[in-house]
């Protein structure tokens, strides 16, 4: 276990790398391609609460002090809003591709405004938070 434990410590230290590499995103023309890094590394942390608490759980069996791991708590709490905003940045890029060729008689002003508004409220509410 003390061999896997130093493994996670070393995958932790890794996402708080590719988190470093994420936060220099200036170019929306690479929106898709840090919307799906982001959403990868998402999911990796994640699964790092998971792989957290199994731990803890077989440290509790063997009456061992249980791993905090609190530069993964940080770790998380920090990415979340640069989540957030290159999900809704995904979602509104992806919107706009349809909004832009589709007949004028076809859009609905209403369910792109509101989808517009669910953005904008998203965001502001998760990053202002932050930044």
């Given at each position: 276990?003390?061999?896997e434990k130093k493994v996670f410590e070393r995958d932790i230290t890794k996402f708080k790398s590719e988190f470093e590499k994420l936060k220099t995103f200036d170019d929306f023309n690479?929106?898709?391609?840090?919307?799906k890094i982001s959403n990868d590394l998402?999911?990796?942390?994640?699964?790092?609460k998971?792989?957290?608490?199994?731990?803890?759980?077989?440290?509790?069996?063997?009456n061992l002090p249980k791993s905090t791991y609190e530069n993964l708590d940080k770790l998380i709490e920090d990415f979340k809003p640069y989540w957030i905003l290159w999900e809704?940045?995904?979602?509104?890029?992806?919107?706009?591709?349809?909004?832009?060729?589709?007949?004028?008689?076809?859009l609905q002003p209403?369910?792109?405004?509101?989808?517009?508004?669910?953005?904008?409220?998203?965001?502001?509410?998760n990053l202002t938070q932050k930044f």
């Open positions: 276990m003390d061999e690479q929106v898709n391609e840090f919307a998402g999911t990796k942390l994640d699964s790092s998971e792989k957290r608490a199994n731990y803890n759980e077989r440290e509790q069996l063997f809704k940045a995904f979602i509104f890029d992806n919107s706009k591709d349809t909004w832009f060729t589709q007949p004028l008689v076809k209403k369910k792109i405004l509101n989808e517009l508004e669910k953005i904008k409220k998203e965001i502001n509410k």
